[in-house]
């Protein structure tokens, strides 16, 4: 397995950007995506994570282009791995072919409940049950997970949503990854109560650059996201010209890339959705940062 973790790449003197890419869902596409991927790769990102499909239905796929970029490009990798519908065994399984592929960064997730599914006693509930998993099988396995800036959409408090964190990373979670959000206002307030509350890992805050109004409306569905005034009066103004509203929402996420930086942050985890125009942009912009 490689050495590579992802709590050693993190620089705290250089400010650094990772991509997040997703696999096909079909092997048709696959083609398309590994070359999407590897253009992403080729802007030298300090990681990347591949996505698990739901239910794990491209979980190959994931471990396949993980293994692909980490070799081909050199760029270090990690693998989601989604528990909700696996029992024990699978989930063996799925770590033995990523120690054996040389993934040794997972971010570990419950995942979503997929439609009609009624999880049973065998199978995993919680990302804490993964995550304990995952170290009593492989204690050498760098472990990520998620937080939200926003709350957990099915947690009843912020303050319940972090004591689970703090539960997860009392199992073994070397770091977390944020959720996007657009006003980083509520992110530095997150912080403060993430730290207040004694959780001290590293945090790479989320960024989601939107690119067009439809690509809006799925993202704040799924990630249940606020936007602040200032990006909606962005999506009044641009969001039926499409180049237009392109080139605001790549500008819109450089500047709040910006000011993590300038607040403290130094490693941004950027919701790629395998465009690598969108990729380059963002990475253009900072340039004379990034050097």
Request: aromatic share 8%.
């Amino acid at each position: 397995m490689s050495s590579i973790r992802i709590n050693d790449l993190t620089d705290q003197h250089k400010y650094s950007v990772s991509f997040e890419v997703f696999p096909p869902k079909t092997i048709d596409k696959m083609e398309n995506v590994v070359s999407a991927v590897r253009q992403i790769a080729d802007l030298k990102p300090v990681f990347m994570s591949v996505t698990y499909g739901a239910g794990g239905g491209t979980s190959d796929y994931t471990i396949s282009i993980a293994r692909d970029i980490q070799e081909k490009k050199g760029v270090p990798m990690m693998a989601h791995l989604t528990c909700i519908t696996s029992d024990k065994q699978q989930i063996q399984s799925q770590l033995a072919r990523l120690r054996e592929n040389g993934i040794s960064n997972i971010l570990a997730l419950r995942g979503d409940i997929p439609d009609g599914f009624t999880p049973t006693q065998i199978h995993f509930r919680h990302a804490i049950e993964l995550v304990r998993e995952i170290k009593a099988f492989d204690p050498d396995f760098c472990i990520g997970g998620a937080c939200y800036p926003e709350t957990h959409p099915e947690a009843r408090t912020q303050e319940e949503d972090i004591s689970h964190i703090m539960e997860k990373v009392n199992a073994g979670m070397d770091f977390l990854i944020s959720q996007m959000f657009f006003d980083n206002a509520s992110f530095y307030s997150y912080m403060y109560q993430l730290r207040e509350a004694g959780i001290g890992v590293p945090v790479h805050p989320g960024i989601m650059p939107i690119v067009n109004a439809k690509q809006m409306k799925r993202t704040l569905k799924l990630s249940g996201s606020q936007l602040p005034h200032r990006f909606r009066r962005i999506l009044d103004v641009f969001g039926d010209d499409p180049k237009a509203m392109c080139q605001a929402g790549i500008a819109y996420a450089t500047d709040q890339i910006i000011d993590l930086f300038a607040n403290g942050f130094h490693s941004v985890h950027v919701y790629s959705m395998n465009n690598p125009a969108v990729g380059k942009a963002i990475m253009d912009n900072l340039s004379d940062i990034l050097r």
